[in-house]
């Protein structure tokens, strides 16, 4: 089965969006303007 994207180290905002999923709304505006524009996250 092909990988879908290549494997990568979340940055540390990356990696506290995807642990902590109770954040709150400004929190959350915080962590994705500091997310890279090539991320994941953001597609």
Known sequence: MPLLFVPYV???FEQLIIEN????????????????K????LS
Request: positive net charge; charged residues 25%.
């Open 21 to 36: 999923r109770n954040c709150l709304a400004d929190q959350m505006e915080f962590l994705i303007q500091r997310v890279p």
């Open 10 to 12: 979340p940055n540390r």
């Open 38 to 41: 090539h991320s994941r996250l």
